[in-house]
């Protein structure tokens, strides 16, 4: 049982380049969600799903998108980053009204 | 928008309670208080969650107050590793198609020796 895994830990990125942030749990969870936190800030909901197949925008969905085929994946994609986007992606899932399970981030750096 | 409101920051003696305030006046009658820790820069950390009970496990006691408008975390004997951000949250349409956690600003707990 290996929780939220996140891939890739770190991750720089020319300005314009294309990226997917992977998240993966093994859990059974249906709910999963994506955040960004910047130096100094909480935690911001870009997206979530509560199930395979529904998705739906958080606080700051834009320059974002994501799909949900399957229970285990929520992969997040950034279609042309941009230094905006600099900052630690967070991935978490739940089950039911327990709490959610965060993975340990990636660090992504947009130059 | 966060539902919450928390003070930016306390202190507390290592040994010592710490009692972590947060209110909540808009909260709806089937949203659940949830208390969430991070710890520098490490994914947050579930605490404890409660509706209108209060509830215990072997982190903290979760406070709620009967008009559910605030509510208190207690971590019974601080100790320098509960240094950390702690985010008190109204979880948004649990159990239902819109659920969400929404994060506010949190409280910045220092322990000292």
């Known amino acids: 049982n290996a929780g939220v895994t996140q891939t890739p830990k770190f991750q720089v990125l020319k300005t314009g380049q294309s990226m997917t942030l992977q998240c993966a749990q093994d859990?059974?969870?249906?709910?999963m969600s994506w955040y960004r936190q910047d130096p100094g800030m909480g935690l911001r909901l870009i997206h979530y799903s509560v199930g395979a197949g529904i998705t739906d925008q958080g606080e700051v969905p834009n320059g974002y998108n994501v799909s949900r085929s399957t229970t285990e994946d929520f992969p997040l994609r950034l279609l042309s980053a941009a230094p905006s986007q600099t900052s630690v992606y967070f991935c978490?899932?739940?089950?039911?009204?327990?709490?959610?399970?965060f993975g340990s981030g990636t660090r992504l750096t947009v130059v | 928008d966060a539902k919450t409101t928390q003070p930016p920051s306390m202190d507390c003696a290592e040994g010592r309670a710490a009692n972590l305030p947060c209110n909540h006046s808009t909260i709806s009658g089937n949203e659940y208080v949830y208390w969430y820790r991070q710890i520098h820069s490490q994914g947050p950390q579930y605490i404890i969650h409660?509706?209108?009970n209060n509830e215990t496990n072997e982190m903290a006691s979760l406070i709620i107050t009967e008009d559910r408008k605030s509510s208190t975390l207690i971590l019974p004997h601080a100790t320098l590793r509960d240094t950390a951000v702690y985010y008190c949250?109204?979880?948004?349409?649990?159990?239902?198609?819109?659920?969400?956690?929404?994060f506010g600003t949190g409280t910045r707990l220092q322990v000292f020796p």
């Open positions: 859990m059974n969870h249906e709910y």
């Open positions: 409660g509706l209108k």
């Open positions: 949250i109204v979880r948004v349409g649990a159990l239902d198609n819109t659920d969400k956690l929404i």
């Open positions: 978490a899932s739940s089950k039911g009204a327990h709490g959610y399970t």
